[in-house]
């Protein structure tokens, strides 16, 4: 059947109707009815797009906006490649909003109980608006050399460790810490989802804090927070690695967006361990550079670690030399620091297979006790001679050896 019309002007309209379907399908395409599209299907783009921002910030004022802005984060943190470089950062020379804090880590009473035991670690902290939190490490009891950091921010879990001078740095998975600062290994150790229990309020440094307690098959940890503002998520990292000490997982809600400022840890094994906040000073003059995750200029170590000297004199006990005082010969056949208090006064530590002379002051018998890290007792002994020999986890570390005359 032929409809009406040449087959000229037949082909003509059959053009000019095609023409115009072709303008009214590119019109559809180019904006599309809301009606119809379906927000809870992933978008077609989604894996070759990025996520779009939150919110459009100055990059010359990367400590604006409020709270809510600087404290929001991402949805949530990823695990980097542990044993590959993190990718750079440019540096863009602005200063943050943040603060500084002044913390140790200590036992809460000397070996005897009856005077204050010297720092383990002392910190000091910087927090940033931004969501990143830097530790430099300090000590000479501890493990670490002094001038160590420890980076972290809230868009990855774990942390960066950094080496004094910033020559060098690695990676930490969550669960190396416990291992790192008791024993001075980077072996991640398998964490442990908490039971939770709301504390009481109170006040610490003019702040109104809330205090949970947090228990693992470890021990215990009672923690005092307050929500500062604009440091809420750089406090959030701190409690993070604090915790892992404890064995808590990173996700666990015991560390909500608030700054720990005093923690005291009771271990199943005995002893007890205090982190404690002793200043804390707002600024304005963060250098952004100081944060940067890698640092410019730092090589990439996966597997080394920046260890310091063992066998340490700690305190007033000085290392008997010149024929002066009374040398105890003490050896450490633990596989674990140990740190050997003479007399009820923390006098030294040393690592495994270590070898060190503590001066006693002295002949005669004395008291010896030896701990880890964290403070739980690994042994102790009454009546060692000085000067004499002591080893340290064998069946003969209640047996002395006293020298030939």
């Not at 299907?41 to 910030?57: H, K, M, T």
């Not at 892992?244 to 923690?263: F, H, I, K, Q």
Request: with cysteine; proline share 9%.
């Amino acid at each position: 059947m032929r409809f009406g019309g040449s087959p000229a002007r037949t082909g003509g309209l059959g053009a000019l109707a095609a023409a115009f379907f072709l303008v009214l399908v590119a019109g559809c395409r180019e904006q599309p009815s809301r009606a119809v599209l379906d927000e809870s299907e992933p978008s077609p783009n989604a894996s070759i797009l990025p996520a779009p921002l939150a919110s459009v910030v100055d990059p010359r004022r990367r400590d604006a906006g409020a709270d809510a802005a600087t404290d929001a984060g991402p949805e949530g943190p990823v695990h980097p490649a542990y044993d590959e470089p993190l990718p750079g950062e440019l540096a863009l020379g602005v200063e943050l909003l943040g603060a500084t804090l002044k913390a140790d880590l200590r036992w809460p009473l000397g070996p005897t109980a009856n005077r204050r035991s010297p720092s383990l670690l002392d910190l000091t902290i910087e927090l940033t608006a931004t969501g990143r939190a830097r530790l430099v490490v300090s000590s000479e009891t501890f493990v670490l050399p002094a001038g160590t950091e420890l980076h972290a921010r809230r868009e990855l879990w774990g942390e960066l460790l950094l080496w004094p001078g910033g020559s060098a740095y690695r990676l930490l998975a969550p669960g190396t810490l416990r291992a790192l600062f008791g024993e001075g290994r980077a072996d991640a150790l398998p964490l442990l989802s908490p039971r939770i229990e709301a504390g009481e309020a109170g006040e610490l440094l003019g702040f109104p804090t809330e205090s949970v307690k947090v228990s693992t098959a470890f021990g215990s940890a009672e923690v005092e927070r307050a929500a500062i503002p604009a440091l809420t998520s750089g406090g959030q990292l701190v409690c993070r690695m604090l915790l892992e000490l404890v064995g808590v997982e990173p996700e666990s809600p015991a560390c909500a967006a608030a700054v720990p400022l005093r923690v005291r840890f009771d271990w199943a094994a005995g002893g007890a361990l205090v982190f404690e906040v002793r200043s804390l000073t707002r600024r304005q003059d963060l250098p952004e550079r100081a944060f940067l995750m890698p640092p410019n200029g730092s090589r990439f170590e996966p597997q080394a670690l920046p260890i310091g000297a063992s066998a340490r004199i700690l305190g007033k006990r000085g290392q008997a030399s010149n024929g002066t005082g009374a040398a105890l010969q003490i050896q450490n056949s633990l596989d674990t620091l140990a740190y050997v208090a003479v007399d009820g006064a923390l006098s030294a530590w040393l690592g495994p297979s270590q070898t060190l002379a503590v001066n006693t002051g002295q002949a005669g018998r004395v008291r010896v006790a030896w701990y880890d890290w964290y403070g739980a007792p690994l042994g102790s002994l009454d009546g060692v001679v000085a000067p004499g020999r002591l080893i340290l986890g064998t069946a003969e570390a209640g047996a002395p050896e006293t020298p030939t005359p």
